[in-house]
Nanobody, 135 residues
């Protein structure tokens, strides 16, 4: 059973930073993509960033490019989202999600394309962690 557990959310002032963690367990295939999504109150879920398990492929939404950085520690089965220069517009519940692949090239392809930021591509979801940016 795949389980994704997010942590690291909280209250931060504008201009501050937070690092979110997504601990994954139960993934059985060698290749997978982990994505970060967020949903603000009254808005649709938005893809933030994604990363493949087998190379350094990453992708970011335009709204977070240059401010957010996604990384992974395969030994810990954990993906991180470092968020810098936060603004009130970043306030949302942040979710991580996962999708597995048999072929490694498919995970790279998903990340390289806009599909990696599309929630429809993902099979497993965490419960979410609240990020609030406010003074």
């Amino acid at each position: 059973q795949v389980q994704l557990v997010e942590s690291g959310g909280g209250l931060v002032q504008p201009g501050g930073s937070l690092r979110l963690s997504c601990a994954a367990s139960g993934l059985t295939r060698d290749y997978y993509v982990i994505g970060w999504f967020r949903q603000a109150l009254g808005k649709e879920r938005e893809g933030v960033s994604c990363i493949s398990s087998n190379d350094d492929s990453t992708n970011y939404a335009d709204s977070v490019k240059g401010r957010f950085n996604i990384s992974r520690d395969n030994a810990k089965n954990t993906v991180y989202l470092q968020m810098n220069s936060l603004t009130p517009e970043d306030t949302a519940v942040y979710y991580c999600a996962a999708v597995e692949f048999i072929v490694g090239a498919h995970s790279v392809m998903i990340v390289a394309s806009s599909r990696g930021l599309n929630s429809d591509e993902y099979d497993y979801w965490g419960q979410g962690t609240q990020v609030t940016v406010s003074s």
